[in-house]
């Protein structure tokens, strides 16, 4: 069994409360690899913890002296690194589907489903990361938390047509990436995942393609994400 890799995950006040959706790409990314983790909770203020990375963002990936950040070039790295293990990005056609992906849910559905979670994952975080967090979040947005509350229907609804496409899709195969998941599949799941992880209100319906495919990558790589 190979030595457990370190993974800083961003999280609440509670430890268990991991809910970046780049994070959870690469707990997904780790187990399609079969790599064992040791999982290391960090939070906005601790930014010292990953110093090492030269930056201060999570996820981290620490592979003995080696310092890896941002999910993209953490697959590419373990992709490179473990090439006897299955693949998360394959082959280059692969590869450049899953870059277009990986954009489309950075400038397209990560914004548009912050304005409607955004509130609450203010409301799972730790005191000292709450000023930090609305501050900074506001100025992305231009809009304060209160005003995202008031907002959250009209918010859902934009969210929804921005995913619509995603639906259509997975109403026609069980994946992304086909027949069993791959990071194409991680990637966006990891959008679901945070507001599943900090909301209890659902964005979807439960028969919609997008719930039924969250519930069989929930259900993958022994239940991991369940």
Known sequence: ???????????????NCRFSPYCWRIRLALAHKGLPVETIAWRFHE?????????????????????VSDSWAIAEYLDRQYP??????????????TRFVNQWVAESVHPALARVI????HAVLD???????????????????DELTAQREAS????????????STLSQQPYLAGDAPA????????????????SAQPLL?????????CERVRQAYEELAA
């Open 156 to 167: 859902l609804q934009a969210f929804l047509q921005v995913v619509k496409p995603l639906s």
């Open 1 to 15: 069994m190979p030595t457990p890799l370190r993974l800083y995950e961003l999280t609440g006040a509670d430890d």
């Open 84 to 97: 006897e293990r299955p693949s998360l990005l394959g082959d280059a056609s692969l590869t450049a589907v």
């Open 47 to 67: 930014k010292e913890a990953i110093a090492a990375s030269g930056q201060g963002k999570v996820p981290v990936l620490v592979n003995g002296d080696q310092w």
């Open 183 to 198: 990071y194409v599949d991680h990637i966006v799941f990891g959008a679901f995942q945070w507001a599943h992880v900090v």
């Open 205 to 213: 319906a439960q028969d919609d393609p997008i719930t039924l495919w």
């Open 127 to 145: 005191e000292a990361d709450k000023d930090y967090f609305k501050r900074t979040r506001e100025a992305a947005f231009g809009v304060s938390l």
């Open 118 to 121: 955004l509130p609450d994952v």
